[in-house]
């Protein structure tokens, strides 16, 4: 629906659930995207986050990333919670297809993502929270002209240790 220049975003549909699951399974793949326990999913609650993630929802909006060449289902991105007297919203992103990061695809998906929030929702601000040990997402994202503007100290715990989340933002007008 929403094309970059190496990605689309677009609708999920059923054909992106087995990939869906596969990537909530996959530890590597999680561990720098979800503060949550790292606990296995089912089909079934695959199935039922997908069905959260349609036009109709009212705090989350979420789109599959897809390989604009091939066509690939390679992750998802979207807005996790959107806060609509203040237009603001939180953006995550996961690239689930390993061989695809670092390559651009995700930058590109943030970007087109963005740009929806401020163009389409007409959001003033979009923030992102990152792991302190996710050094490729931060990397992406002050790319995409997000700056940090604060840190919560040892708020995530992951792997016997508690790491600092890294609170980044980027603001509609720069002046901002």
């Known amino acids: 629906m929403y094309e970059g220049k ?3 975003l ?4 059923n054909g992106d659930l087995m990939k869906c699951l ?4 996959d530890y590597d793949v999680m561990r720098g995207a979800s503060g949550a326990i790292l606990f296995p999913s089912t089909v079934d609650d695959a199935a039922r986050e997908m069905g959260k993630n349609t036009s109709y929802s009212s705090g989350e909006y ?4 897809e390989t604009l060449q091939e066509g690939l289902f390679i992750g998802k991105c979207g807005f996790t919670r959107v806060n609509w007297k203040n237009r603001l919203a939180e953006l995550a992103i996961l690239i689930g297809e390993k061989e695809y990061r670092g390559k651009g695809y995700g930058e590109d998906a943030i970007r087109l993502l963005c740009r929806f929030g401020f163009e389409e929702m007409n959001l003033r601000k979009i923030k992102a929270f990152v792991f302190d040990f996710n050094e490729a997402a931060l990397r992406c994202y002050e790319k995409c002209g997000f700056r940090r503007e604060a840190v919560l100290k040892k708020e995530m715990y992951r792997e016997g240790a508690y790491h600092d989340v890294i ?3 980027l603001f509609r007008d720069a002046e901002e």
């Open 22 to 25: 596969a990537y909530s399974n």
């Open 167 to 169: 609170i980044l933002s």
């Open 10 to 13: 677009r609708a999920f549909d």
């Open 6 to 8: 190496l990605v689309r």
């Open 62 to 65: 979420q789109f599959a990333v």
